[in-house]
């Protein structure tokens, strides 16, 4: 059984910071891209960030370009997102997502998560 369980999350004060692991199980997700992606109350699940199973290549939503970090531990089928310098605009509910490939777009990814939430006061 193929299974992502997300972690991590929680009420964080505008310019802090929250890291969000993902524990993968079920499946060899070494060899997947990884991606996080996030849905806010009233909003379509949108792109956050992802990374190449190698490590050797990571791509950021603009929005969260230069504030958060997406990395991954094949060793331990963890993949991590730190944010830092959160705003409140980042509150949503925040999944991680597997696919064989590198994709931006949600329907690239066919394994999910149940998701975490991040409250960001202002």
């Known amino acids: 059984q193929v299974r992502l369980v997300e972690s991590g999350g929680g009420l964080v004060q505008a310019g802090g910071s929250l890291r969000l692991s993902c524990a993968t199980s079920g499946r060899t997700f070494s060899s997947d891209a990884m991606g996080w992606f996030r849905q806010a109350p009233g909003k379509e699940r949108e792109f956050v960030a992802a990374?190449?199973?190698?490590?050797?290549?990571?791509v950021y939503a603009s929005s969260v370009k230069g504030r958060f970090i997406i990395s991954r531990d094949n060793a331990k089928n963890t993949v991590n997102l730190q944010m830092n310098s959160l705003k409140p605009e980042d509150t949503a509910v925040y999944y991680c997502?597997?696919?064989?490939?590198?994709?931006?777009?949600?329907?690239?990814?066919?394994?999910w998560g149940q998701g975490t939430q991040v409250t960001v006061s202002s």
């Open positions: 990374i190449s199973w190698s490590r050797d290549n990571t």
């Open positions: 997502a597997a696919g064989s490939e590198l994709r931006l777009d949600r329907l690239g990814y066919p394994y």
